[in-house]
């Protein structure tokens, strides 16, 4: 059974535990403005004090206003929340690629979309690096992954899943909202359609299948057959992204 | 003991196996010019052909000459070898993080360092989507750390530790050196001093030990007590690199 007040509390312990064994200061989050990221940073605040959280907000080619639910958040738990703008590190990268020679847009489809989240993975190391320096203390990266998009694959290797210390791993999207609703993570944020921002697709629309349909197989529950094979197939072919093949030596 | 021709077979037949079974079509690898790449380029080229090779060298305010020696590495195995030139990535990101407001340099010293194997993970899989679109075959990035390195962690979370296929993750330095001269990887290349191009340090410096003795420790020989030290605190401190901490739920 799922104990939502019980399970914050061994969060919060867990977090606590693991910072004091090994002398850490603070944490950094990026802040999406989606509940994950938002219920990340809930939780740290309780365990570290708000203090010693920093939030990043990494707009690239996004409006202004995108930036306005991760203040939401921020406002509410009283932590530092900067701003990285990865525009033009996207662009000049894009225009340092294009110098390899004559290339089809259309086969950058890809490229493009798991870019944003491997800069933005760079950029939370970058900020922990130089908060770690400027404070005198170690800034660990949050991870905000769920166990339902971990389960599927949802996630872009050396992106959103590369990260120091993960919290939410072991909760599907429901719980996670339920940690969130305890945590009075703002309403706006918490009950968001969830989108990647990547590709102007919801999650669920991109994935072919529901959250809620991807829980329930996970909790051994009946979905229907076409939900259950496109699960399947996801779950399956997301298994390169946790075994990495490595050659083991003869003798 | 470690026969060479016999490593070398096992690990062409290595990727070929993986290759066939996941129905994949080349390799992205990154060059730096030392012996770590050019020994994974010669195993790679081997195994695929060298037609389903693709070199990248990605400098980052560093001059052109240092892509002579990878550029060595690729006309000796006959791969084609592009260049993306991170200078103005590098640069924009720094300018879009300047904005969050005063900065003291000094105290990005570790964000630079870092910032750079995290750009070229985010450079070789940008080009390992643009080939798989373009050849219509899946492109993997191969890793090119070693097991001396990896043993004291001397790699960036989410930089050079991230990639899709492992071929020399189970040797220490001196065996790869003996499999790069067993498949003729030209000697500039091979019997280099490893530099990270990141510190203007030499790996040993910056590891304050020698990979002699690091390879001498792990295979349970006697080394100095002071080396043994440094390697033994080297190896505790990485083990963060290694085993992400990640709450468990109660029930």
Known sequence: MFDVKKEVEGIVEFI??????????????????????????????????????????????????????AKLVAEKYGFELINVDLTA???????????????????????????KPRLRMATNYYVAAYYSALKGGTYL???????????????????DSTYDIGVLNDFNVEEVIRIGEYLEVPEKVLYKTPNDDLSSMTDEDKLGVK????????????????????IEKLHAGAAHKFHIPVYRRCA
């Open 16 to 69: 606590r535990d693991y910072y004091e064994k090994n002398h850490l200061k603070g944490v950094v989050i990026g802040i999406s403005g989606g509940k994950d990221s938002g219920v990340v940073a809930a939780l740290f605040s309780k365990a570290l004090g708000k203090e010693n959280v920093v939030g990043v907000t990494m707009p690239c080619h996004t409006p202004d206003s995108c930036r306005d639910d």
């Open 89 to 115: 590190a996207f662009d000049a990268f894009k225009e340092d690629f294009s110098k390899i020679g004559s290339v089809d847009p259309a086969n950058l489809k890809n490229s493009d979309i798991n870019l």
């Open 211 to 230: 959250y809620s349909e991807i829980a329930a197989y996970m909790n051994g529950e009946n979905v229907e057959d076409k939900a259950r094979e496109r």
């Open 141 to 159: 990266v949050a991870g905000t992954s769920n166990k339902s998009e971990l389960f599927v694959g949802y996630f872009t290797k050396g992106g």
